[in-house]
């Protein structure tokens, strides 16, 4: 792949979904909430921007507290989506980075308990003021690779995601799994599978 490549990690790098399941159930029923609806808004987007739609502003930060700590607590409930390693495996090194809603220390715990490589650029939560689907975290890291953000390929799984790198310039690859496909069509392309991101990355304009 000779363009460079911005993943995300939840969902497209990482399967995270028992994590994140087991955590928001266990705070919502904490707090009387319904975790239904926080699991159909919460993928793709960082803690703190779902939990003040659920929670009263006086909770707020300590819910984000409490999920930070069940997150660790929970890193290694992840497994690898099929297909990612050998995905990193054959992007240059200079030529790929993270971009996650997930704070540092808890992304590099689920891509290590993974067993996935820790990429030079990685943009966390941490470091951008607004989280996907605001473009500030793909503008970031496209700066930090040295590169135009529209000539970057974005790999995400959310729609907050693809619309972030979409808002970036950049273009955009959904796999689909956490979300269905027809939810995703914004993207300029949908694929299955990881395995599928070479030819899709190939067949798509320069």
Not at 41 to 59: A, I, K, Q, W, Y
Not at 89 to 110: I, Q
Not at 133 to 156: F, I, K, T
Not at 169 to 183: I, K, M, N
């Amino acid at each position: 792949m000779d363009r460079p490549v911005l993943f995300d990690i939840d969902g497209t790098l990482v399967d995270s979904t028992q994590a994140v399941t087991t955590i928001w159930r266990e705070v919502a029923s904490r707090y009387g909430v319904d975790a239904e609806p926080i699991l159909k808004v919460c993928h793709g987007r960082r803690d703190e921007d779902v939990v003040p739609e659920f929670f009263s502003p006086d909770l707020v930060a300590s819910v984000v507290r409490e999920i930070a700590d069940l997150e660790l607590l929970h890193a290694d409930l992840v497994e690898p989506i099929h297909g990612a390693a050998s995905v990193l495996n054959s992007v240059t090194e200079d030529r790929w980075a993270v971009v996650t809603s997930g704070s540092r220390a808890l992304m590099t715990a689920r891509m290590r308990g993974a067993g996935l490589k820790i990429p030079t650029v990685f943009v966390a939560a941490d470091d951008v003021s607004q989280g996907k689907p605001h473009p500030e975290g793909y503008l970031l890291a496209a700066s930090q690779l040295g590169v135009d953000a529209m000539s970057c390929v974005v790999v995400e799984d959310s729609p907050a995601g693809v619309a972030a790198g979409k808002a970036a310039g950049a273009t955009v690859v959904a796999l689909a799994g956490t979300h269905a496909p027809e939810s995703l069509t914004t993207a300029d392309v949908v694929i299955e599978n990881l395995n599928e991101l070479a030819r899709a990355i190939k067949s798509l304009p320069a």
